[in-house]
Nanobody, 121 residues
Framework: VQLQASGGGLVQAGGSLRLSCVAS????????IGWFRQAPGEGREGVSY????????YYEDSVKGRFAISRDNAKNTVYLQMNDLKPEDTAIYYC???????????????WGQGTQVTVSS
């Protein structure tokens, strides 16, 4: 089981990035998927989650209206489109999966490696 996150980088405030998380070794179809982030000196927080059916995605308040999570099961990939980025979005972003949404929110079973997002002012 492996999750490979990519798409991070350095962007100016107001810019956009799209993160990707590709799963290998298993099919994402039946998994809830989430994006988390950890800023320097801070704990890890959930940014967005999407169920196995793709319905009712969750967004942390600070990213509502700016970020969009989506999944392409055919490509075994989940995306996080991030628009209107702000310096406070600077963090390492991680993807994670679990069969159960409640477990995903609290203690995901599988984590990918992080991808750095840096937003300059």
């Amino acid at each position: 089981v492996q999750l490979q996150a990519s798409g991070g980088g350095l962007v100016q405030a107001g810019g956009s990035l799209r993160l990707s998380c590709v799963a290998s070794g298993f099919a994402l179809d039946n998994y809830a998927i989430g994006w988390f982030r950890q800023a320097p000196g801070e704990g890890r927080e959930g940014v967005s989650y999407i169920s196995s059916t793709g319905t009712n995605p969750y967004y942390e308040d600070s990213v509502k209206g700016r970020f969009a999570i989506s999944r392409d099961n055919a490509k075994n990939t989940v995306y996080l489109q991030m628009n209107d980025l702000k310096p406070e979005d600077t963090a390492i972003y991680y993807c994670a999966v679990d069969i159960v949404m409640s477990a995903l929110r609290n203690a995901p079973g599988y984590w990918g490696q992080g991808t750095q997002v840096t937003v300059s002012s």
